[in-house]
């Protein structure tokens, strides 16, 4: 007999008189399973086995000891209650009843037959309590099929969450190295583009330097005022060619992520025009064609001149034989397709090249794809382009047509915001009276440049002291010279630079404002703006020089940089 058939069995215990085996042959008849128990034990023994009710005699169990039963009862999972059906006699005397009541107290769930029992009565009784017993097994099946199910579902959630935390992990790996590969692209990309511009750099800094030079050979041989003023200014004017391009390559090479600020985009752009027409061959003419009112954008300004030069290096090179580069800026209104979304400008570059077949404008925007010679392109470009516009909320789209030239096009959401206007042109400084404006303490260990940054100093009115280095200048200091301000180069030998000197001036002396001054003003900027300095970028004019000053001396204790 297996463990589903012992379930259903009816266990007997009537160990006097008839009861037993006559209730045994009645419910064989109606087809129910029963086993005689001969005593207490074996009914304990045969209910562990599993049974569907028990049938008993009270007179059976009168006066025995019930602690085996009892614990077995009382040990029962929670679905299971087991039918007791008690065959009593008529008997009302009061210790009888007690005893009754506490047996049924003792069995819990007891169905009481008093005798004579008709024999369907048994049957019916003993089938309903079967019928009982199937359903607490049904429950007890349940609950430990909901048990195996949560168990395995622990397993599984535990499985699961040790599998994504995994991924998790492994994602944060993949992002921290796509990042690192992205920057690297992106400054690969920038030293590329840096590299296209060497020969015309190199070129446009030995003109400069040619102006400069021959211009004060020519000033010592040249008596007549008109001529030696228009040499100065030419030397004047070769210093800030020299100042604007040095600017865009710190631009072009800084390592950063994307700084954006509304600009007016045609403005920017034209003030590219020089380094473009560097960039190029002189059988390759730009031309830019902006709207009066082009809106304005939201982009990172250095990585728009990236991408600019990018657009024009590449098209320049898609001309062997020259031709026009357009660079073209027009507002959109109101777009809607499945990329885009409202108000835009498009910015685009358009030439009359070699244009591209469909095969390679499918594959223009994967990295390091290029269809150029060997050692002359990485495949980086515009990669860079479309990193770009996507980074700053837009797309770009390639019209091509092979042997009827290229159009790449930026576009570039609108702005809401008011462009930053340039700086207002500073009016010219006259010459104030003698060291009547303040005490300043110059510390500059270049000789050349210490004595032009005195003289413009004394220009400026103010009483010079100069120290050749930071600690020169905290000598000084503590010799208790009187200084109103400190005006001092960023990098200086000694072990000390103007940024230590800055932060030792403010615990020595919080009160006595601190200006710096750089050839590399960005490098320094962040250490700058902790330590509540101001920075004066080189090469600077004398109006600069003045309205830092100004603004060192007057803002002292407030954070910012003077550009």
Known sequence: MDGADRHHRVLIFAPIGRDGPASAELLRSAGVETIICPDLDALVSEIGAGAGTVFLAEEGVFGKDLASLTQWIDRQPTWSDLPFIVLTSHRAHPAVLVWRRNLVSLLRNVSLLERPVQPITLVSAVQSALRARRRQYQVGALIRAREQAAQELEGLVAERTGALKEANDQLRVEIAERTRMEETLRQAQKLEAIGQLTGGIAHDFNNLLMVISGGLQMLQRQADPARRQRLMDSMLQAVQRGAGLTRQLLAFSRRQALQPQVIDIARHIGAMRELLDRSLRVDVNVELDFPDAIWPVEVDPGELELVVLNLAVNARDAMP??????????????????????????????????????????????????TKDAGKGSGLGLPQVYGFAIQSGGAVRINSEVGRGT???????????????????????????????????????????????????????YEVTRAGSAAAALGALANGRPVDIVFSDIMMPGGMNGLDLAREIRKRRPELPVLLTSGYAEAAAQGANAAGVHILPKPYWLEELSTALHAAISNQGRFGAVT
Do not use: W
């Open 407 to 461: 159009s790449i096009a930026l576009y570039l959401p609108r702005s809401d915001k008011v462009p930053s206007g340039d700086a207002l042109e500073q009016p010219h400084v006259e010459r104030q009276q003698a060291h009547d404006v303040g005490r300043v303490l110059l510390v500059e260990d270049d000789d050349e440049v210490a004595a032009l940054a005195s003289e413009m100093l004394d220009r400026l009115g």
């Open 321 to 370: 034989k020259g031709g026009t580069i357009v660079v073209r800026g027009e507002n959109l209104p109101n777009i809607k397709d499945d990329q885009l979304a409202g108000d835009y400008v498009r910015l685009s570059v358009i030439d009359t090249g070699t244009g591209m077949s469909p095969e390679v404008r499918a594959h223009v925007f994967e990295p390091y794809f290029t």
